[in-house]
DNA sequence: GTTTGTATTTTGAATACTCAAAATGAAAAT
DNA sequence: ATTTTCATTTTGAGTATTCAAAATACAAAC
């Protein structure tokens, strides 16, 4: 059985693995788990021995099919956790992400299955983070971060791609929400901000790291099972 | 903060103190906790240090106030999740016991304080054992084995102080759940059985084993917020 | 009072995870 | 080609938890 540091390392490197072939250095995992690059180094080596990655040394780490499917169930528990807290327990979707982390380690298979029964097989986590099926198949959509669009473009809030509990606040506070119909007024590109209106609201001015952190996809495609 | 490891040790010595001022021997903790006798000693040691233990060397161990706290805390979140799997997520009562054990470690004080508001502050988990408060106190009635009642007694389940899954199912399949009336019509010391008739049910044998894991107290004594 | 038997403790070692700091590798700058 | 710089790895050590097996203490039996 994985540890739950095992399953948080594993969730990690699937998460931030730059699409393709790309080799994550090991540098980088060490700062994203907070942790010495040295401990990384060691972590990556058991991982490696226990057919959950392939490490090269120098280069970096990848993970193996293995190493997918144990990374693809965590983060299906993470997600339905979230959107169960969301959803039965009322908990706010800023709140939710460390409550997950946690749980994703604690909570059975069989228990599992019954969250995702009781919430009707979602396909969406309370960000709009696609949950992976029992099966470990991950819908991947090609969204966009909401600064990579034209002035003009009206755009649907696909997923807000940032954990941060005060950004999360924020976001709501401002509709800035999946599913939330968004229309992109005007970008100013030496000001590094762009104002958009979110339904019928005042218009509002982000800069482009907010704006980065907000992916959207095109108005007309609804997505189905849409959460929150 | 505790280790979950240690949240285990300390909930089991409470758990299994006899009550007074009784030590615990530490060969009966490391049976308890699946652990060979110098693991025990070893642990022992280590909660003495941090002041949630007494220990006297080849006597046995007791908690400190700061033990029972904490004793408490861990069961409260216990039970408490016990019965939110049984009530909101239909988990079945003989199943719960393996869950609990493990969310009880990853739950926040936070979600538990939902999760108590949403099942409306009950005091008794699905097995009948009484839920910490949030402030630490426990309700201790004075319920007795079945098997110490004498025949003719009329009396109702209190709880059941067995988590054995088969166990569980069979009780529950012959209305052996806390709150259900009972009639002890017979007993026959010498066969070491009992003839008890639930509710309005065919007359059922137990052996004292069985008996002996069945609690119950006076039939008119009704029970505020009785669970499951 | 000595022997025997059992409970408990100690010792030594293992696994899992982590950090600090020294060593090393390799690319970038000169 | 050498030096500088920076990322990565290695080494040594510490915490938490556990086991196997040897040592010890104590009570019970003789
Ligand atoms: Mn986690
Ligand atoms: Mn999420
Ligand atoms: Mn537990
Ligand atoms: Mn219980």
Redesign the interface.
């Known amino acids: 059985m994985a540890t739950s540091t095992v399953e948080n390392y594993i969730k990690r490197i699937f998460m931030d693995q730059p699409t393709g072939t790309g080799l994550m250095p090991l540098g980088r995992l060490a700062k994203i788990m907070n942790v010495v690059p040295g401990t990384a180094t060691t972590m990556v080596k058991t991982l490696s021995e226990s057919g959950l990655a392939r490490y090269r040394p120098r280069e970096g780490v990848r993970l193996t099919p293995a190493g997918e499917k144990l990374a693809l169930h965590v983060l299906r528990r993470h997600r339905l956790i979230e959107l169960f ?1 969301v959803r ?4 706010d979707w800023s ?1 939710v992400h ?2 997950a982390e ?2 994703e ?4 298979d ?2 599992l299955a ?2 995702d029964e ?1 919430l009707g097989k979602p396909a969406f986590d309370p960000h709009g983070d696609p949950i992976p099926s029992a099966a470990g198949k991950l819908s991947r959509s090609r969204v966009q971060p909401l600064i990579a669009c034209n002035a003009g473009a009206r755009m649907r809030i696909a997923r807000i791609t940032d954990q941060d509990s005060r950004f999360l606040r924020y976001a709501n506070s401002h509709g800035l929400v999946p599913g939330a119909k968004l229309h992109l007024k005007d970008r100013d590109a030496q000001g590094d901000s762009i104002l958009v209106q979110v339904n019928g609201r005042k218009p509002l001015n982000l800069g482009s790291s907010a704006g980065a952190k907000i992916m959207v996809e095109p108005h007309a495609k609804a997505r189905t099972k849409r959460a929150t």
Chains 1, 2 share one sequence.
Do not use: F, M, T, Y
């Not at 039965?88 to 908990?91: N, S």
């Open positions: 807290l039965v327990l009322g908990v709140e460390p409550e946690e749980l380690h604690a909570i059975s069989k228990l019954r969250i009781l």
